[in-house]
């Protein structure tokens, strides 16, 4: 996702604050039932596989919280490209600026063994 050139990393991060449930994992639907499907949703915490009931009135609040959870992934990807340029940039300039100190201008020459 990205946004408009002209956001800046604190409007970024003004839209992740404003994000007010996240879940993490996949809702699928576990089978059939007489009053409707079963639904589960699996994620992956501590290094398992977790799968978790999830009953249907809870569905579309679970539904949410993986959509707000997908945004914040897709908002701090582009909060870290938008440092990550800044601070290219801050580089690239400096470097421009930056001299290099003559003492450390030359390799050293070895002292000869009189």
């Given at each position: 996702?990205?946004?408009?050139?002209?956001?800046?990393?604190?409007?970024?991060?003004?839209?992740?604050?404003?994000?007010?449930?996240?879940?993490?994992?996949?809702?699928?639907?576990?089978?059939?039932?007489?009053?409707?499907?079963?639904?589960?949703?699996?994620?992956?915490?501590?290094?398992?596989?977790?799968?978790?009931?999830?009953?249907?009135?809870?569905?579309?609040?679970?539904?949410?919280?993986?959509?707000?959870?997908?945004?914040?992934?897709?908002?701090?990807?582009?909060?870290?490209?938008?440092?990550?340029?800044?601070?290219?940039a801050e580089?690239?300039?400096?470097?421009?600026?930056?001299?290099?100190?003559?003492?450390?201008?030359?390799?050293?020459?070895?002292?000869?063994?009189?």
């Amino acid at each position: 996702m990205r946004m408009n050139a002209k956001s800046s990393p604190q409007d970024v991060l003004r839209q992740i604050a404003q994000i007010q449930r996240m879940e993490r994992g996949k809702l699928s639907v576990m089978g059939p039932g007489s009053a409707g499907p079963f639904y589960r949703l699996q994620s992956w915490e501590q290094g398992k596989n977790v799968s978790k009931y999830v009953p249907r009135e809870q569905v579309p609040a679970v539904a949410e919280a993986l959509a707000g959870y997908q945004r914040f992934e897709a908002l701090s990807q582009e909060y870290a490209r938008l440092v990550i340029e800044k601070t290219r940039a801050e580089i690239a300039g400096s470097s421009k600026k930056t001299k290099r100190h003559p003492k450390f201008s030359s390799p050293r020459t070895p002292k000869s063994a009189s």
